[in-house]
């Protein structure tokens, strides 16, 4: 069953501006990793961020977490034409098989030169 | 660098073949995935294996079965082929261990099933 569901489906911005995606989740967690998908290729993860962890920072990426509302936000800051791909958040479980994500179904994010 | 390598990018088989897919992974991974993806469905998870010879069942393992005879490859097998397993297959392979689990993708193989 997906647990991660990515909002908004698609997003189109010009070059330079801010990117922010939302993923929103059913159940406990130990940590929400998002992942990027170029076009007809595999995923390549981004970042990961433990359920104790509020903000996460990577280059032009910011991640938050907020386990109450069991929500996270993918921020990509001074977007670029190479930005354009699919993301994706996944979830573990926080009892049983941590080692199994949960996808959701991805936001399109399109760049404009 | 952790490479994941699928056998075929691209594959066309006829309804009724077997369909065999490889996975091979380079890092010692313990954990081996399997998912499918279509559009507006996202990935779905069809087996994983968390050690050799061990499999289990994923979302949708219906028509697929597995192989794990070695650590770094693991097979992903139609038994015998429908049009509804046309999709993009991606393998994925993580470390064991709490915090352990970032996956690492292969390139993906697209499937054609006519």
């Known amino acids: 069953s997906q647990q991660g569901e990515e909002d908004p489906q698609a997003l189109s911005i010009q070059e330079g501006e801010n990117a922010t995606m939302n993923c929103s989740y059913k159940?406990?967690?130990?940590?929400l990793q998002w992942y990027r998908q170029n076009s007809g290729r595999g995923l390549v993860h981004l970042i990961l961020i433990r359920s104790n962890e509020r903000e996460k920072h990577s280059g032009r990426l910011r991640v938050t977490l907020d386990t109450s509302k069991k929500s996270s936000s993918l921020l990509i800051t001074a977007s670029r034409a190479a930005d354009t791909a699919s993301y994706f958040c996944?979830?573990?479980?926080?009892?049983?098989?941590?080692?199994?994500?949960?996808f959701g179904k991805g936001t399109l994010l399109t760049v404009n030169p | 660098d952790v490479k994941v390598t699928q056998s075929s990018r691209y594959l066309v088989k006829r309804t009724g073949e077997k369909v065999f897919l490889e996975c091979v992974q380079d890092m010692d991974h313990e954990n081996m995935f399997w998912y499918r993806q279509d559009p507006g469905l996202g990935l779905r998870l069809i087996y994983f294996s968390y050690d050799v010879k061990m499999k289990e069942k994923g979302d949708i393992p219906e028509g697929y079965s597995v192989s794990r005879e070695k650590k770094e490859r693991f097979s992903l097998i139609l038994e015998s082929a429908s049009t509804n397993q046309t999709s993009m297959y991606l393998c994925a392979s993580s470390l064991s261990g709490q915090g352990y689990n970032e996956q690492f993708f292969g390139p993906g193989t697209r499937l054609t099933v006519l």
């Open positions: 996944a979830t573990d479980g926080s009892g049983g098989s941590n080692y199994k994500l949960t």
């Open positions: 159940t406990s967690i130990n940590n």
